[in-house]
């Protein structure tokens, strides 16, 4: 029954101090965020939260762990998603929230009874401001993954040089990861310019070893696979010397020393393929 109490003398309080307590909480939160927000975006977010606090309070009590508190638990991801986004930083995420506590304390207090209202609805402000960094924590993780996405993307671009021939310039560490990325958009661009000859330069790879030189071979054979034929450019002395010492064996996959050569000899193989195709009609 106190805590019932308890709740009611705080939400009678919270409801008649409505405007008096989100003007304030807005002003000290947009203190924190040095304007950085713009003052109706961020009072429509703390008002919002504010009458959510509320209906949450008067329905579950000073918990905040019932269904009650769901339409809270919901407004806080989407304000941290949303902080993160803008770049704000964890811990201005969650002074956001933690702010009302400041803003609270001076007309909860006001007797023994009203501290300790005052206390556990901290407590409980406390664990929606943890609530806040967890949500800003996925958030930034999931948007290092996605630009980590974009560059790797960014960094194995596959060009048409020619009618029929496309390359794949290749510049930094050759991975898994990358070597999927590679495959794929290898063998969409292939399809998509019904291109015959796919040229891999790896000039721009630093060191080729064991495990770049099986990285070579796997997209060299899924290339094949789609009937194109591939070649291994950007062999320099340094890399050439590597394979040798470390008896890397390529098969029979052509390679060239740069990417003019390979592409004269790819032109040269098209132009074969056309005349005896020519011959054959007649």
Known sequence: MATEDNTQRLV???VAGRDEFTAQWNRTVSGNLQG??????LGRELGELYEAIVQALTAGGLSGRGEEFAEVRSLLIELS???ARQGFTPSETARSVLALKDVLEPALTTDGHGAEIY???????????????EAYVRTREEIISA???QLLELSTPVVKLW???VGVPLVGTLDSARTQ??????LQTLVD?????AIIDITGVPTVDTQVAQHLLKTVVAARMMGAQCTISGIRPQIAQTIVALGIEFGDIPTNATLAEALRQALKEIAQDAEDDARGLL
Request: charged residues 25%.
């Open 36 to 41: 950085r927000l713009s003052t109706a975006e």
């Open 81 to 83: 998603r949303n902080r």
């Open 193 to 197: 310019t019904n291109s015959t000859h």
């Open 12 to 14: 009678d309080a919270l």
């Open 119 to 133: 206390l556990q609805f901290a407590r409980l402000l406390d664990d929606l401001g943890l609530l806040t960094t």
């Open 181 to 186: 990325v590679v495959m794929e958009k290898l």
């Open 163 to 165: 009618d029929g021939v």
């Open 147 to 149: 630009q980590a996405e």
